[in-house]
Nanobody
Framework: QVQLVESGGGSVQTGGSLRLSCATS????????MGWFRQTPGSERERVAA???????AYADSVKGRFTISRDNAKDILYLQMNSLVPDDTAMYYC???????????????WGQGTQVTVSS
């Protein structure tokens, strides 16, 4: 049974930092593309960052230069380091994993329950 469990969310002020973690189990994480998504009430889920099984990363324009996605394949943990946070980053953040039919493409199959990030001005 595949499980993704996020942690590390919380409340910070503008300019602060948080590191989200996603512990995975039930599959070999290193074989999958993984990513972080976020969603606010009434909005569609937005992909924030993704990382392929070969370590290639991609970011939404809104977080480039501030967020860093990484993975520890030995521990099956995915991270999202978030720096210089702003109120627009406030959202529920979700960890996801999927399979890649080709370079730069991920078919998202598994989702965590989410962790809330709140940034105050």
């Amino acid at each position: 049974q595949v499980q993704l469990v996020e942690s590390g969310g919380g409340s910070v002020q503008t300019g602060g930092s948080l590191r989200l973690s996603c512990a995975t189990s039930g599959y070999t994480a290193s074989m999958y593309c993984m990513g972080w998504f976020r969603q606010t009430p009434g909005s569609e889920r937005e992909r924030v960052a993704a990382i392929d099984s070969d370590g290639t990363t991609a970011y939404a324009d809104s977080v480039k230069g501030r967020f860093t996605i990484s993975r520890d394949n030995a521990k099956d943990i995915l991270y999202l380091q978030m720096n210089s946070l702003v109120p627009d980053d406030t959202a529920m953040y979700y960890c996801a994993a999927g399979t890649s039919p080709g370079p730069g493409v991920c078919e998202w199959k598994y989702w965590g329950q989410g962790t809330q990030v709140t940034v105050s001005s």
